[in-house]
Nanobody
Protein backbone atom coordinates (compact mmCIF):
# COMPACT_ATOMS: atom_id res chain seq x y z
CA UNK A 1 0.00 0.00 0.00
CA UNK A 2 1.46 3.35 -1.03
CA UNK A 3 2.42 5.71 1.76
CA UNK A 4 2.26 9.45 1.12
CA UNK A 5 3.46 12.24 3.40
CA UNK A 6 2.71 15.83 2.43
CA UNK A 7 4.41 18.88 3.88
CA UNK A 8 5.08 22.55 3.23
CA UNK A 9 1.70 24.11 3.79
CA UNK A 10 1.08 27.20 5.86
CA UNK A 11 -0.49 30.62 6.10
CA UNK A 12 0.44 33.12 3.41
CA UNK A 13 -0.89 36.44 2.19
CA UNK A 14 -2.49 36.79 -1.21
CA UNK A 15 0.18 37.04 -3.88
CA UNK A 16 2.60 34.93 -1.88
CA UNK A 17 4.19 31.57 -2.63
CA UNK A 18 4.51 28.16 -1.07
CA UNK A 19 6.25 24.96 -2.10
CA UNK A 20 4.59 21.70 -1.17
CA UNK A 21 6.40 18.38 -0.99
CA UNK A 22 5.09 14.83 -0.99
CA UNK A 23 7.29 11.89 -0.13
CA UNK A 24 6.03 8.56 -1.42
CA UNK A 25 7.09 5.10 -0.30
CA UNK A 26 6.15 1.46 -0.86
CA UNK A 27 5.88 2.01 -4.60
CA UNK A 28 8.32 2.19 -7.51
CA UNK A 29 7.96 5.96 -7.61
CA UNK A 30 9.48 6.50 -11.05
CA UNK A 31 6.86 4.22 -12.61
CA UNK A 32 3.88 6.20 -11.34
CA UNK A 33 2.01 9.22 -12.56
CA UNK A 34 1.75 11.57 -9.58
CA UNK A 35 -0.83 14.18 -8.82
CA UNK A 36 -1.79 16.92 -6.41
CA UNK A 37 -5.37 17.30 -5.23
CA UNK A 38 -6.97 19.86 -2.98
CA UNK A 39 -10.13 19.99 -0.92
CA UNK A 40 -11.62 23.22 0.29
CA UNK A 41 -14.17 23.29 3.12
CA UNK A 42 -17.55 22.09 1.93
CA UNK A 43 -16.25 21.17 -1.52
CA UNK A 44 -15.26 17.98 -3.27
CA UNK A 45 -11.65 17.00 -3.68
CA UNK A 46 -10.28 18.50 -6.90
CA UNK A 47 -7.39 17.30 -9.04
CA UNK A 48 -5.06 20.28 -9.44
CA UNK A 49 -2.00 18.99 -11.31
CA UNK A 50 -0.48 15.80 -12.63
CA UNK A 51 2.96 14.77 -13.82
CA UNK A 52 3.70 11.70 -15.86
CA UNK A 53 6.66 9.36 -15.57
CA UNK A 54 8.33 11.26 -18.43
CA UNK A 55 7.69 14.65 -16.85
CA UNK A 56 4.71 15.86 -18.84
CA UNK A 57 2.44 18.05 -16.78
CA UNK A 58 -1.21 19.02 -16.76
CA UNK A 59 -3.11 21.57 -14.68
CA UNK A 60 -6.64 22.56 -13.87
CA UNK A 61 -7.43 25.88 -15.54
CA UNK A 62 -7.66 27.81 -12.29
CA UNK A 63 -3.96 27.27 -11.46
CA UNK A 64 -2.36 27.37 -14.92
CA UNK A 65 0.50 29.81 -15.02
CA UNK A 66 0.69 30.00 -11.21
CA UNK A 67 1.41 26.44 -10.05
CA UNK A 68 4.19 24.11 -11.18
CA UNK A 69 4.34 20.40 -10.45
CA UNK A 70 7.69 18.63 -10.56
CA UNK A 71 9.22 15.39 -9.37
CA UNK A 72 12.54 14.06 -8.14
CA UNK A 73 12.63 10.31 -8.73
CA UNK A 74 15.87 9.95 -6.78
CA UNK A 75 14.08 11.28 -3.70
CA UNK A 76 10.68 9.66 -4.37
CA UNK A 77 9.21 13.12 -4.00
CA UNK A 78 6.74 15.23 -5.94
CA UNK A 79 6.53 19.00 -5.49
CA UNK A 80 3.98 21.71 -6.09
CA UNK A 81 5.34 25.23 -6.43
CA UNK A 82 2.49 27.66 -5.89
CA UNK A 83 2.93 31.31 -6.83
CA UNK A 84 0.52 34.25 -6.87
CA UNK A 85 -1.65 32.50 -4.32
CA UNK A 86 -5.22 33.68 -3.93
CA UNK A 87 -7.76 33.16 -1.13
CA UNK A 88 -9.61 30.67 -3.32
CA UNK A 89 -6.52 28.44 -3.21
CA UNK A 90 -7.17 27.84 0.48
CA UNK A 91 -7.59 24.10 0.96
CA UNK A 92 -6.00 20.95 2.28
CA UNK A 93 -3.61 19.70 -0.38
CA UNK A 94 -3.00 16.00 -0.96
CA UNK A 95 -0.80 14.03 -3.31
CA UNK A 96 -1.49 10.63 -4.78
CA UNK A 97 -0.14 8.12 -7.25
CA UNK A 98 -2.00 6.62 -10.18
CA UNK A 99 -2.14 2.84 -10.30
CA UNK A 100 -0.07 1.78 -13.35
CA UNK A 101 -2.09 0.68 -16.41
CA UNK A 102 -5.20 2.02 -14.72
CA UNK A 103 -7.07 5.29 -14.63
CA UNK A 104 -7.55 4.90 -10.90
CA UNK A 105 -5.63 6.49 -8.06
CA UNK A 106 -4.58 4.54 -4.99
CA UNK A 107 -7.38 4.50 -2.43
CA UNK A 108 -5.14 5.51 0.47
CA UNK A 109 -4.39 9.15 1.15
CA UNK A 110 -1.91 10.97 3.31
CA UNK A 111 -2.87 13.44 5.99
CA UNK A 112 -2.59 16.37 3.59
CA UNK A 113 -1.11 19.78 4.24
CA UNK A 114 -3.18 22.88 4.96
CA UNK A 115 -2.74 25.93 2.77
CA UNK A 116 -4.43 29.11 3.95
CA UNK A 117 -4.27 32.28 1.88
CA UNK A 118 -5.38 35.49 3.54
CA UNK A 119 -6.67 38.47 1.59
Amino acid sequence: QVQLVESGGGLVQAGGSLRLSCAASRIIFSSHVMGWYRQAPGKQRELVATITTSGSTNYVDSVKGRFTISRDNAKNTVYLQMNSLQPEDTAVYYCNARIPFSGAWYPSWGQGTQVTVSS
